[in-house]
């Protein structure tokens, strides 16, 4: 199991989060937002209908495959699963420097964050998660070859990795 940590890139994006945000729209910026989802943009993230505001939702503690990489149309295809036309909380962490709201996500009392961890459909990410739990969810999802541990060791690249190699 990791250690708690503090990460000093979580705390500045928020940071520059807060700071890029107008003290005007800060008072509009939802904490929770609960709402119907509408849209999968990928594995990681969707948007949700709410008074009728579209809000774009980037999971957090999580990252999975991206477009064109190995696993990145399945790990969409389980967020829709779980997700799509479903009522879902969101519960507000950040704004990401492209707008996104980032949270973890929840319909009821299910992890939806974990759930995509536990079936292997996303890597913990381990720059921006602070959810031990996490960590042991996707060890039981590599010993049990479930998802993306399920592929060839060669095609089980990070997306972090991954966007870095490609840019």
């Known amino acids: 199991m990791q250690p708690k940590r503090f990460h000093l890139k979580?705390?500045?994006?928020?940071?520059?989060?807060?700071?890029s945000v107008s003290s005007s729209s800060q008072q509009n910026t939802p904490d929770v937002i609960q709402g119907k989802v509408v849209s999968i943009t990928d594995g990681d993230t969707l948007t949700i209908l709410m008074d009728k505001i579209q809000y774009k939702i980037r999971l957090a503690e999580i990252d999975t495959p991206e477009r064109g990489q190995p696993y990145g149309s399945k790990a969409k295809q389980v967020l829709s699963e779980l997700t799509y036309g479903k009522v879902i909380t969101a519960?507000?962490?950040?704004?990401?420097?492209?707008?996104?709201?980032?949270?973890?996500?929840?319909?009821?009392?299910?992890?939806?964050?974990?759930?995509l961890v536990k079936r292997g459909a996303a890597w913990v990410y381990r720059d921006y998660s602070y959810d031990d739990s996490?960590?042991?969810y996707e060890n039981t999802a590599k010993e049990k070859q479930l998802g993306i541990w399920g592929l060839p060791e060669s095609q089980r690249v990070p997306p972090w990795e991954w966007r870095r190699g490609s840019r």
Request: proline share 0%.
């Open 91 to 115: 519960e507000v962490e950040i704004i990401d420097r492209y707008g996104r709201y980032v949270a973890r996500l929840y319909e009821d009392e299910f992890d939806i964050n974990a759930e």
């Open 10 to 19: 979580w705390f500045l994006l928020f940071l520059l989060s807060a700071l």
């Open 134 to 136: 996490f960590y042991e």
